[in-house]
């Protein structure tokens, strides 16, 4: 698989965030997209993932198939969307099957499997209302080993998680790209995974 984006624009609020932006990625290739706050990093992970439109510029992705882009990507915002009356286990599974499609779609142990990988075992059965930060941001990462989607877009994955826990995220990373996994992250944190780097501009003044 592959994903090219060229002459991207996006604008919000009559205001151009970023204009002429592109870049290639190939299966097992990751972007490290930095730049300042309000330089437009989570603006571009939501137009790949087909959240915002696209003032001007194309997204392909090669070979081409039926499914839509948006079901290709898993999309990790600053919100960890978790429903707080839910336990950890119920909302994964929740996304999970919201995500998921057909044959694909996990089962119990998946989902046990996944909160397992994550460190979350031993509160699964918690309403997400009790659980810490980086606790919430954990379940909120879980689906990305629930279920497969060949492209992640993960903004600031390692915020409020301690050491272990983001050695932890960042293996699951690791393993992605080396099954031939697409991951572009933005983050103001170097990543050892081997990424490419996409500097976006000066943040708009006021």
Partial sequence: MQIEASALSVERGGRVVFADLGFRLKAGEALRVTGPNGAGKSTLLKAVAGLLPLAAGKIEIAPSCDVRRAELCHYVGHADALKPSLTACENLAFLAALLATGAARPGAAAIEAALQRLGLAAVADLPAAYLSA???????????????????????PLTALDPPSQAVILEIMAAHLAAGGIIIVATHTALPIGTADLALGRASGP
Avoid at 134 to 156: H, M, N, S, T, Y
């Fill in 134 to 156: 980086g606790q919430k941001r954990r379940a909120a990462l879980a689906r990305l080993a629930a279920v497969f989607r060949p492209i992640w877009l993960l903004d600031e």
